[in-house]
């Protein structure tokens, strides 16, 4: 299976900084076939469900503010927030849907307002 | 607008079993994967199963091998979760999930089920 680690676990930034967090998989998730790393990202606030953020790594999905961005290829990812707004106080995790399940998450890290 | 409906949910005790449903709307429900997720309380986010797009392979996470079945029945636009010899480690918020046009393997949440097991 793949393992994957977020980091850090949590995070404290001022509003209208920079939020930068990290993931990184066990193994690449990028094929070769379609030149795409099978890498996503949520954001998860409070009684909520998670909300899909950034798909195919660095693809923002419809709706999602262009302060949310997502790079990275293989078996490295980060999402940054360019500027934190005090909405985007969650949880966020990252998720690899590769070709064989289990379609694994990170843990999550915690994002707050410093 | 697309939406996913889980229902089923509830209390049972150790050993016991329930069936968890997600009726789907708004899109053509045959094309996507679709998935179970889950949630313990105050944890992250655990993929618990899903059934290819035609329903020929399905595929687990191990702590529920042979303990669950997940299977789909595109007329009714429903996929279920039958969950055997639940165990108290089970307890969690049971999200459906299904792909979408850009992506087929994930995308669209429910709003969850609860599941307690506790006797």
């Not at chain 1, 795409?36 to 923002?60: D, M, V």
């Not at chain 2, 939406?3 to 708004?26: D, I, K, N, T, Y």
């Not at chain 2, 899109?27 to 899903?50: C, D, H, I």
């Not at chain 2, 042979?66 to 299977?71: D, K, M, Y």
């Amino acid at each position: 299976d793949i393992v994957m680690t977020q980091s850090p676990d949590s995070l404290a930034v001022s509003l209208g900084e920079r939020a930068t967090m990290s993931c990184k998989s066990s193994q690449s998730v990028f094929h070769t076939p379609n030149n795409k790393n099978y890498l996503a990202w949520y954001q998860q606030k409070p009684g909520q469900p998670p909300k899909l953020l950034i798909y195919w790594a660095s693809t923002r999905e419809s709706g999602v503010p262009d302060r949310f961005s997502g790079s990275g290829s293989g078996t490295d990812f980060t999402l940054t927030i360019s500027s934190l707004q005090a909405e985007d106080v969650a949880v966020y995790y990252c998720q690899q849907y590769s070709n064989t399940p289990p379609w694994t998450f990170g843990q999550g890290t915690r994002v707050e307002i410093k | 607008e697309v939406q996913l409906v889980e229902s089923g949910g509830g209390l049972v005790q150790p050993g016991g079993s329930l069936r968890l449903s997600c009726a789907a709307s708004g899109f053509t429900f045959s094309t996507f994967y679709m998935s179970w997720v889950r949630q313990a309380p105050g944890k992250g986010l655990e993929w618990v199963a899903n059934i290819k797009l035609d329903g020929s392979e399905r595929n687990y996470v191990d702590s529920v091998k042979g303990r669950f079945t997940i299977s789909r029945d595109d007329a009714k636009h429903s996929v279920y979760l039958q969950m055997n010899s639940l165990r108290t480690e089970d307890t969690a918020v049971y999200y459906c999930t299904s792909g979408m046009s850009e992506v087929w393997e994930i995308g669209h949440w429910g709003q969850g089920t609860l599941v307690t097991v506790s006797s």
